[in-house]
């Protein structure tokens, strides 16, 4: 059973459009992340919701948007897309707890290219 | 916030030779230092986690050392395999929501 899954795999659009990217997990876990990881391979931290709640935004352009149905989904919807964009997105998620150790499972990841 | 740094950036060895990778961090208050192994093309994956009431752990191969004064932690891969060949992630955290990674260390092992 896969973990943590996400849809697209690849993704390939035209500066301006606009597209989402679904993520779901089924470890039961309480906590959801979004993920870049550009070109040179640095992964840096976009957002952190538990339970369904925003906990973290690391300053990203509001013309990303998640959204959480519920504590196993998690999805990024992506306004008028830029070159910058392109790189690949990792969904991943954790147990959550304050208290608890965070390891992070990650998702197959969303190859975004913007022509 | 959390200030990470791994060293070296990209580290060459031959197969069946040793490998460290370091990982410095400034906030105190972490208490959780994995290590994430990232293939060609793959999802990051945890390979060794130590917590902050252990000194070393050692799982096969690999090895995870702390040493919480200096504020630092290091992955060690013995003995390596041209399959060790990947990109390396330390992530050391305080168990909250946010999880800062390393600048990843790529590891190339020479057949």
């Known amino acids: 059973d896969t973990a ?15 597209k989402s990217i679904k ?21 840096k931290i976009m ?10 935004n690391e300053t990203v352009p509001n013309r990303f948007s998640p959204k959480s149905p519920d504590k ?8 008028s897309l830029e070159l910058g964009d392109s790189a690949v997105y990792f969904c991943a998620s954790s147990l959550g707890n ?7 499972f990650f998702g197959p990841g969303t190859r975004l290219t913007v022509l | 916030g959390e200030n990470v740094e791994q060293h070296p950036s990209t580290l060459s060895v031959q197969e069946g030779d040793s490998a460290v990778i370091k990982c410095t961090y400034s906030d105190s208050a972490s208490n959780y230092f994995p290590w994430y192994k990232q293939e060609l093309g793959k999802r990051p994956q945890l390979i060794i986690d130590i917590r902050s ?18 504020k630092h932690f290091s ?24 999880t800062i990674f390393g600048a990843g260390t790529r590891l190339f092992v020479k057949a």
């Open chain 1, 98 to 104: 304050f208290l608890l150790y965070n390891e992070q």
């Open chain 2, 75 to 98: 992955l060690h891969i013995t003995e390596t395999q041209p399959e060790d060949s990947a990109v390396y992630f330390c992530a050391p955290n305080t168990g909250g929501f946010k």
């Open chain 1, 47 to 56: 957002f952190s919701y538990n339970n369904k709640e925003l906990i973290i």
């Open chain 1, 4 to 18: 943590v899954s996400q849809t697209p795999k690849y993704l390939v659009t035209q500066m301006g459009n606009d």
């Open chain 1, 23 to 43: 993520c779901e997990q089924n470890l039961g876990h309480d906590t959801m992340y979004w993920y870049k990881q550009d070109s040179k391979k640095f992964l």
């Open chain 2, 53 to 70: 009431n252990v000194g070393e752990k050692k799982d096969q191969r690999i090895a995870v050392t702390l040493n919480k004064t200096a």
């Open chain 1, 72 to 79: 196993a989904h998690l999805n990024l919807h992506i306004n």
